[in-house]
């Protein structure tokens, strides 16, 4: 497995941005596909952006199309999701995961498609 570490949550004000980093340890990252997942309280943990082993394919929810941005940088090894015009009902614990296959293009993703996930990071936007 690999082992996961995210960065880059906080408090931000409505329209603000943010960046989420997660760097990865252990196995050969660029083997990986990689995932940011988001979970409300109370709620099960929801896709918000995937992207294939080599950052040529990515998916994205339709609640943050057009306002989020996933991107990877393999020699780092670091996976990012961009942040931009966030809105209070962002406000999450933000996961990063690895999983060993890209679906993205063939159906949603699922968190059943990944085996590695992150501690989670807290993203809070103010209204």
């Known amino acids: 497995q690999v082992q996961l570490v995210e960065s880059g949550g906080g408090l931000v004000q409505a329209g603000g941005s943010l960046r989420l980093s997660c760097t990865a340890s252990g196995r050969t990252f660029g083997n990986y596909a990689m995932g940011w997942f988001r979970q409300f309280p109370g709620k099960e943990r929801e896709v918000v952006a995937t992207?294939?082993?080599?950052?040529?394919?990515?998916f994205l929810a339709n609640s943050v199309k057009g306002r989020f941005t996933i991107s990877r940088d393999n020699p780092k090894p670091t996976v990012y999701l961009q942040m931009n015009s966030l809105k209070p009902e962002d406000t999450a614990v933000y996961y990063c995961a690895a999983g060993a296959n890209w679906y993205g293009a063939t159906r949603s993703p699922q968190l059943s498609d990944f085996g590695s996930w992150g501690q989670g990071t807290q993203v809070t936007v103010s209204a």
């Open positions: 992207i294939n082993s080599n950052g040529y394919n990515a």
